[in-house]
């Protein structure tokens, strides 16, 4: 009779004459080693990388995305014997639920919205992945790669895009700054005497140079008269 230890995150399917016996659970079994034959399978999660999966956008633009797909097995049964390779199997339900997803996104969707690139994903994976004994927990698009050209033409909309932004800030700011200098100066207009109060606190002010206009002493516009008071 010979041993074997099944650990806690293993499962391990045991086959007699080539028919399934029995799944054994975490601990110490004997067993007939003539007859027998055991699979063991890891029932810890696990990551599935996919990476650079070339895929057409719903405008024609051919990219490549990277997928990340946290899995683990359900059922060690159907795992090990519904496929000839379930790990396999699921990483083409990766592939062909990526090429569905992109189909219904458009390039500006992927590039402004980048979560638009893992919608719908582990909800697409679901069906096929229980099929093959399998539970995926999470599936996100980790990269999104474009061509040379369509990169350095998506550099130059942002660039140019941000430039727009701030010329129209700067016109903002420029009409800001002129509609306060018109409401000033309408304010003067028909208060004179807010600007000799503004004068006056300038010249409070340390450092400050005034000049004064001789014909502003007569109050009406005109120079003084030297011979004015004389007789």
Same mark, same amino acid.
């Given at each position: *009779?010979?041993r074997?230890t099944v *650990?806690?995150w293993?499962r391990?399917?045991l086959f007699v004459d080539?028919?399934l016996? %029995?799944?054994l659970e975490?601990? &110490?079994?004997?067993?007939?080693?003539? %007859?027998s034959? =055991?699979v063991?399978v890891? *029932?810890r999660?696990r990551?599935?990388?996919?990476?650079?999966q070339?895929?057409?956008?719903?405008? $024609?633009?051919?990219?490549?995305?990277?997928v990340?797909?946290?899995?683990a097995?359900?059922?060690?049964?159907?795992?090990?014997?519904?496929?000839?390779?379930?790990q396999?199997?699921?990483?083409?339900?990766?592939?062909e639920a990526?090429?569905?997803s *992109?189909?219904?996104?458009t390039?500006?969707d992927l590039l402004?919205d980048r979560?638009r690139m893992s919608?719908g994903?582990?909800?697409?994976?679901t069906?096929?992945a229980?099929?093959?004994?399998?539970t995926?927990t999470?599936?996100?698009a980790?990269?999104?790669m474009?061509p040379g050209?369509?990169?350095?033409a998506?550099q130059?909309t942002?660039?140019?895009?941000?430039?727009s932004r701030a010329?129209l800030?700067?016109a903002r700011?420029?009409?800001?700054?002129? &509609?306060?200098?018109a409401n000033?100066a309408r304010?003067l207009?028909?208060h004179?005497? =807010? =600007?000799? =109060?503004?004068?006056l606190?300038?010249?409070?002010?340390?450092?400050t140079r005034?000049?004064?206009?001789? &014909?502003s002493l007569t109050?009406?516009?005109r120079r003084p008269?030297? $011979?004015?008071?004389e007789?």
């Amino acid at each position: *009779m010979a041993r074997v230890t099944v *650990m806690e995150w293993q499962r391990t399917l045991l086959f007699v004459d080539g028919r399934l016996d %029995r799944v054994l659970e975490p601990g &110490r079994y004997r067993y007939r080693a003539r %007859r027998s034959e =055991l699979v063991t399978v890891e *029932m810890r999660p696990r990551l599935l990388h996919v990476n650079g999966q070339e895929v057409i956008t719903q405008d $024609g633009i051919s990219v490549r995305i990277s997928v990340v797909v946290t899995w683990a097995v359900a059922d060690p049964v159907v795992f090990a014997t519904g496929a000839e390779s379930s790990q396999l199997a699921l990483y083409a339900a990766v592939q062909e639920a990526i090429r569905h997803s *992109m189909t219904t996104a458009t390039l500006e969707d992927l590039l402004t919205d980048r979560g638009r690139m893992s919608a719908g994903l582990p909800e697409a994976l679901t069906e096929r992945a229980a099929a093959l004994g399998i539970t995926v927990t999470e599936a996100h698009a980790r990269d999104l790669m474009l061509p040379g050209e369509l990169r350095r033409a998506a550099q130059e909309t942002l660039l140019a895009r941000e430039h727009s932004r701030a010329e129209l800030e700067r016109a903002r700011g420029e009409a800001a700054a002129l &509609r306060s200098l018109a409401n000033t100066a309408r304010l003067l207009e028909e208060h004179p005497s =807010l =600007l000799q =109060l503004r004068t006056l606190q300038v010249a409070a002010e340390p450092g400050t140079r005034i000049i004064l206009d001789p &014909r502003s002493l007569t109050g009406d516009g005109r120079r003084p008269d030297p $011979g004015a008071g004389e007789i």
